[in-house]
């Protein structure tokens, strides 16, 4: 799969989509509350995108070679879950963190976007591994531009974790979204500034930083998806899918309720575009 590039029609088609990915998440975000189980969580998410948005859920049979297709229309990754967690029976309960990442495909274009949620009270380690992983996020959308290079995303976001002593998981990283889920280039969460790929006006990208609050090694579960960190240690997620600009970036998967920007991200680049 190579890098593509998106003209005017492809950046409308892209906006459209990103949109319904975070307008998704604000649907879904009053439900995750303790007692909800993640399967509830996966039907509202199919039945909002299929019959409302009139779109398709990306991960609902999604079958990347080396995988047996992906059975659920979103994925809801829990605790020491780090990605890919599939919902199930199990209701959500006090005290838990869950990533709800979603991805949708609006006229042949993808939108994939995650959040944290709170569940009920959560411990300060909790709190502050979901605060700190959305400023990660941000760290790394800021260098964005036509020739940047992704090596600078990555650093970015691996200096600020290692700053306040959290690790970056090294096995899973963002990539380039259009009309495929998962397009070339991979936009590693580490790194060093000047290196990989430089990026051009047209690419539409997503960053997507996994934090733990212990060691960064993860495997799978046993259920052919789910990743989980070796330690179960906390671990923390946020995505956006981002179209790279010549003066910077365009935030593509932002909608009514998105939680609030950094403060330190540029104001220019703190308003969301209407597609
Ligand atoms: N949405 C994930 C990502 O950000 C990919 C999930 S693949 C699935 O790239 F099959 F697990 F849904
Ligand atoms: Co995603
Ligand atoms: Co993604």
């Known amino acids: 799969m190579t890098i593509t590039y998106k003209d005017a029609a492809g950046i409308a088609g892209m906006r459209v989509a990103g949109r319904l990915a975070a307008e998704l998440l604000d649907y879904l975000t009053p439900f995750v509350k303790p007692g909800i189980t993640t399967n509830e969580l996966d039907k509202l998410a199919n039945d909002y995108t299929t ?21 659920k229309a979103i994925c809801t990754s829990i605790n020491h879950q780090v990605c890919h967690g599939i919902p199930n029976d199990k209701p959500l309960k006090k005290g838990d963190i869950v990533n709800v990442d979603v991805t949708v495909i609006k006229d042949g274009w993808h939108g994939d976007s995650s959040r944290m949620f709170m569940v009920g009270d959560v411990s300060v380690a909790a709190k502050r591994l979901c605060a700190l992983t959305y400023e990660a996020m941000w760290h790394g959308i800021v260098k964005i531009k036509a020739g940047a290079y992704v090596g600078d995303i990555g650093h970015a976001i691996e200096k600020f974790a290692h700053s306040h002593a959290l690790s970056v998981v090294r096995e899973f990283c963002g990539h380039g979204i259009g009309r495929n889920f998962h397009e070339e280039p991979q936009i590693l969460h580490y790194g060093q500034p000047g290196t990989l790929d430089q990026l051009k006006a047209g690419m539409t990208i997503t960053v997507e930083p996994m934090l733990n609050i212990g060691r960064r090694e993860v495997k799978e579960a046993g259920d052919g998806w789910t990743i989980v960190t070796r330690d179960r240690s906390l671990s923390a997620q946020w995505e956006h899918t981002v179209l790279v600009t010549e003066t910077g970036y365009e935030v593509l998967t932002l909608s009514a309720n998105s939680p609030a920007i950094p403060s330190f991200v540029p104001v220019a680049e703190r308003t969301p575009v209407c597609a």
């Open 51 to 71: 019959q409302v948005q009139q779109a398709i859920s990306a991960p609902l049979n999604y079958a990347p070679s080396g995988h047996r297709p992906y059975p």
